[in-house]
């Protein structure tokens, strides 16, 4: 059986925070740790981390990069922290890739690494995590869906710093990238239970993506997008991350995509994730309550699905949510952490969810905005 072992740091120094976390972890088996699951604010020292982990467990497997935000059941919800979360025991198996530069031939590079690797077809789980700004969310999740069968759930999401929308992180065993993709195939006998919400609703009328290219908005409503969204908060230079488009698949809300950045001489808004021309648009909102409230009951959900208790879970939390909520970010893991009693829990906040599970989710594309995504792991 899979087990997590969560180990999370306030030492803002990496050396220090690597001795806490080792110390932390002198409990396990050193034979029994097969995987790090990394998570660290951008000022952290990711090669020193990936050098460190390697030369204490040569074969391990790492899958992470920066956040906007670390939790865990251990210390709760920091900013300025590092939480590393380990799988151990027995019975299980873990593999990894590794990608650089995915604006780039991503599809001939995973498939140079799924060629490669061990055989996926008992693979479990996957776990990704990407750069934020290399590429959109749904062409990562399109490329690696290929090499993985169906039924096998892709968690995960985009890594940050900060806020500040400049450069991210990702690492893996092999080495630490700023424009990358890095994943953890995980095998087993074990069940998953996995749910996402938003607590997001739209607030405006609906309006049609009148120009686009990929996640790159041009034009709603055939005016230039930023007035689209100046016209309902009365400004161009409002914090808009928190506003995203309700994308409408047949009438009815599927998802949500944030936007990211804009220019305010061109209007052109860039979101986190495709916004197709031609789409059904709506700008939306929440308040602190709703996404609370939407974070335990995707918690609640995962936890069910399993018939059973989970033996631990991995949350992905929208940087937007972390904005929203403010000094309320903690209550987020606070919340499911009175779900999953006394179980290791680790997560981040991201800049995109990864979250594609056919065919539980049909109508989405795999990747997700201002969503609360939950996954838990139990007995098989």
């Known amino acids: 059986m899979v087990k997590l072992k969560v180990c999370h740091s306030e030492q803002v120094d990496t050396k220090y925070a690597l001795e806490e976390i080792f110390e932390e972890l002198k409990s396990i088996p050193s034979e029994q740790i097969k995987a790090a699951?990394?998570?660290?604010?951008?000022?952290?020292?990711l090669e020193e981390i990936r050098s460190n982990l390697i030369s204490n467990y040569h074969d391990i497997k790492i899958v992470g990069g920066t956040s906007y935000g670390e939790m865990s059941s251990t210390?709760?919800?920091?900013?300025?922290?590092?939480?590393?979360?380990?799988?151990?025991?027995?019975?299980?198996?873990?593999d990894s890739f590794s990608v650089d530069n995915i604006s780039q031939d991503l599809g001939k590079k995973l498939a140079l690494q799924f060629n490669s690797s061990e055989d996926t077809n008992k693979a479990k789980l996957c776990i990704l995590v990407s750069d934020a700004f290399s590429i959109g969310g749904e062409t990562i999740i399109k490329n690696v869906r290929e090499y993985l069968p169906r039924e096998i759930p892709i968690i995960g999401g985009m890594s940050a710093d900060q806020w500040?929308?400049?450069?991210?992180?990702?690492?893996?065993?092999?080495?630490?990238?700023?424009n990358g993709l890095v994943g953890l195939i995980v095998s087993g006998d074990f069940k998953v239970g996995i749910s996402t919400s938003t607590g997001w609703e739209p607030k405006g009328k609906k309006a049609i993506v009148t120009q686009s290219e990929g996640n790159v908005v041009k034009q709603i409503n055939n005016i230039p997008a930023l007035d689209f969204y100046a016209q309902t908060f009365g400004t161009k230079n409002g914090t808009f991350g928190e506003y995203p488009l309700a994308m409408y698949i047949e009438g009815k809300v599927a998802y949500f995509r944030a936007p990211l950045?804009?220019?305010?001489e061109t209007g052109i808004m860039t979101f986190a994730g495709a916004v197709p021309e031609g789409s059904e648009v709506a700008i939306s909102t929440t308040t602190r309550e709703q996404a609370l409230k939407a974070a335990i009951e995707s918690t609640q959900e995962a936890c069910n699905e399993l018939q059973n208790d989970p033996d631990w879970a991995f949350v992905t939390s929208c940087a937007a949510r972390r904005q929203l909520l403010g000094t309320q970010a903690e209550s987020e893991i606070v919340n499911t952490l009175s779900v999953i009693k006394n179980k290791p829990v680790l997560g981040f906040n991201s800049y995109g969810e990864f979250l594609d599970v056919i065919p539980?989710?049909?109508?989405?594309?795999?990747?997700?905005?201002?969503?609360?995504?939950?996954?838990?792991?139990g007995k098989g």
């Not at 699951?37 to 020292?45: G, N, P």
């Not at 500040?164 to 700023?178: D, G």
């Open 75 to 94: 210390v709760g919800w920091r900013e300025d922290s590092l939480v590393i979360g380990f799988l151990y025991g027995e019975n299980f198996s873990v």
């Open 164 to 178: 500040a929308f400049i450069e991210t992180r990702q690492i893996s065993e092999q080495s630490v990238y700023t």
């Open 360 to 377: 539980k989710y049909p109508d989405t594309p795999g990747f997700l905005n201002e969503s609360f995504c939950v996954v838990t792991i």
């Open 37 to 45: 699951i990394v998570f660290a604010d951008i000022e952290f020292d």
């Open 261 to 264: 950045k804009w220019d305010i």
